[in-house]
């Protein structure tokens, strides 16, 4: 086991985590048959305690359960909806430590910098803090701050956590099955990206080119000449949080077009580009004064690798369109079949899962929460997902939440059905980077193929043309076709010593054992022992393949 003697004391805080929540009640056995998808139920005290036990541990634990909020196939609902909650809200830090790190990061001081900076923060989370401030020019800006250290705690929290997980993934059941250490390995990309201020940066440009079609939909544009890896000073943005639109406010707002609009954008971030704000909660959505819909804090975004958009198209059209069993069929193409996988309990607990939504009316269950239970469902039976589709789901229930709020009548399969012809056209419409890769192979091709063609006509006519076919494994082919023609060649010995002991038992001989012609006898007994020890060889090989 690969523990280090300095991390003991972290060692010691997740042990007692482990204790205290560790048991079956907690880890994957849920009933989940019970809860309809979509439903929120208040979480029980023990969940509730278990958000509060992250909370007192730090910045890294509160991020851990953050991202354990999405995994739905790891904590049961209730655990799920508790750490969903969590609030990253502490005392904020002494002006001097901000201005000690926006002079060493950025080369200035704050007076130099702007006009105005407000002395009292906007929020003080665990690892960084936000104020208002008022570029020379007059430009409302906020300038987020990394915590002094913060980085160095969460390396090493996360390098403690990491050894843990290697540990429980090589001695126990349940991180076999789930797989501890690609989840630190999640979380450690996740709260490293968080931790670099310039990738952010980099995700509101990115994010506000894929949302520029969307007239509905703006993003805070960085300034990147006061930016860096530990700050980052980007456009104000005034608005009020979604959830504090109450239903006399809605009368004033065009919901249905801000929610579609919302939804179609987040269909072509996952699906087109492969990029998508990966924590979009009502809290980081924004109604401004001009009734648009501003996206914050894209410090957590998700990649989706090209190779899963198409399959991804195919399960949210599957899963919207009510056809369970083939978006079983999909997730099991997405997934890694572990050795007890049960294929025929998965595809019949998604196409129930599916059937009871469509029968409660599919307009009135939430498609993030039926992603989120086939995860679940995943779990339970032996298949694997890729993480990029628990954080999927979870994004998408939070869509869920803020396009109800938005108007509570909108349909968001409805809109995943309608959107998705539009997201086909742009998939297999050529982009620009791969009619250039294209380009680049059909030339590599051109130039290669005179030495290839000349390479082939000399080994032709040399006679020394080979054609190797690596199909199957011949070795083990002959091996077993050798086998096979030795155990026929053995029964049709033993047969034949059978038959000719039958036809020597009518012989008439002076030479009897036991009644009969001795030589028969010795025949039959030869046979016997013949197809005994056969017996024997064919059960001995056929559990030594059962083993390998």
Same mark, same amino acid.
Request: proline share 5%.
């Given at each position: ?15 007692? *985590? ?28 023990? #969940? ?50 901000? !201005? ?23 929020? %003080?989370?665990? $690892? ?21 250290? /913060?980085? !160095? ?12 997980? +290697? ?20 979380? +450690? ?15 509101? /440009? ?14 805070? #544009?960085?300034?990147?000449? *006061? ?92 899963? %919207?369109?009510?056809?369970? !069993? ?40 939430? %498609? ?16 694997? $997902? ?37 997201? $086909? ?51 083990? $082919? ?14 049709? *010995?033993?047969? #034949? ?27 039959? *007994? ?23």
């Amino acid at each position: 086991m690969n523990l280090r003697v300095r991390h003991l004391r972290r060692y010691g805080e997740v042990g007692r *985590l482990l204790v205290k929540y560790g048991r079956g009640d907690l880890v994957a056995d849920a009933d989940t048959a019970s809860a309809a998808p979509g439903t929120s139920p208040a979480p029980p005290p023990k #969940a509730l305690e278990l958000a509060d036990d992250l909370e007192r541990l730090g910045p890294t634990y509160i991020k851990l359960g953050q991202l354990l909020s999405t995994r739905t196939d790891v904590l049961p609902p209730d655990y799920v909806e508790a750490l969903a909650r969590l609030q990253d809200d502490v005392a904020p830090m002494p002006l001097a430590d901000v !201005e000690r790190v926006f002079h060493a990061e950025i080369g200035m001081e704050l007076a130099d910098a702007f006009e105005w900076f407000d002395d009292q923060p906007v929020a %003080s989370a665990s $690892l960084s803090q936000v104020h208002r401030a008022r570029l020379r020019n007059g430009h409302e800006v906020v300038v987020k701050v990394q915590r002094p250290g /913060v980085d !160095e705690q969460v390396g090493d929290e996360v390098d403690a956590l990491a050894e843990l997980a +290697e540990m429980l993934d090589q001695h126990t059941d349940i991180g076999r099955r789930i797989g501890f250490g690609e989840l630190v390995e999640q979380f +450690e990309r996740t709260i490293g990206a968080e931790l670099d201020y310039r990738r952010e940066a980099g995700n509101l /440009v990115r994010l506000a080119e894929i949302v520029e079609p969307y007239d509905r939909l703006i993003v805070p #544009a960085p300034v990147t000449e *006061l930016s860096s890896r530990r700050v980052l000073t980007m456009d104000y943005i005034a608005g009020r949080k979604v959830t504090t639109i109450t239903a006399v406010g809605r009368t004033d707002l065009d919901g249905s077009c801000l929610a579609r609009q919302l939804f179609q954008a987040y269909l072509d971030q996952i699906l087109v580009e492969g990029f998508f704000h990966a924590d979009p909660h009502p809290g980081n959505v924004l109604l401004t004064d001009d009734g648009r819909l501003a996206l914050l804090d894209l410090g957590m975004v998700a990649h989706v690798p090209e190779r899963f958009q198409d399959a991804l198209v195919q399960l949210l059209v599957a899963v %919207s369109g009510g056809r369970g !069993e083939q978006a079983a069929r999909v997730a099991i193409g997405l997934g890694r079949e572990l050795p007890d996988f049960d294929e025929a309990a998965f595809l019949r607990g998604v196409a129930e899962l599916v059937d009871r939504a469509h029968g409660l009316g599919i307009g009135d269950v939430a %498609s993030g929460s039926l992603v989120m239970e086939l995860n679940r469902r995943a779990f339970e039976t032996g298949l694997r $997902l890729p993480p990029e589709l628990a954080v999927l789901g979870k994004a998408m229930l939070n869509l869920d939440q803020i396009a109800r709020i938005l108007d509570p009548a909108f349909d968001p399969s409805a809109c995943v059905r309608d959107h998705a012809d539009a997201v $086909l056209r742009r998939r297999v419409r050529p982009s620009r980077e791969r009619i250039t890769a294209a380009a680049l192979d059909a030339r590599e091709l051109v130039e290669e193929m005179p030495g290839r063609l000349n390479r082939f006509l000399d080994a032709l006519g040399r006679g020394d043309l080979r054609l190797r076919v690596d199909a199957f494994d011949e070795v083990e $082919l002959l091996r077993g076709l050798n086998q096979l023609a030795n155990r026929i060649t053995t029964g049709l *010995l033993l047969a #034949a010593l059978i038959v000719g002991a039958a036809m020597l038992t009518r012989v008439e001989t002076s030479q009897q054992l036991f009644g009969y012609p001795a030589l028969a006898i010795v025949c039959f *007994l030869l046979a016997a022992g013949g197809a005994v020890l056969l017996f024997i060889a064919i059960v001995r090989e056929g559990r030594r393949r059962e083993r390998r």
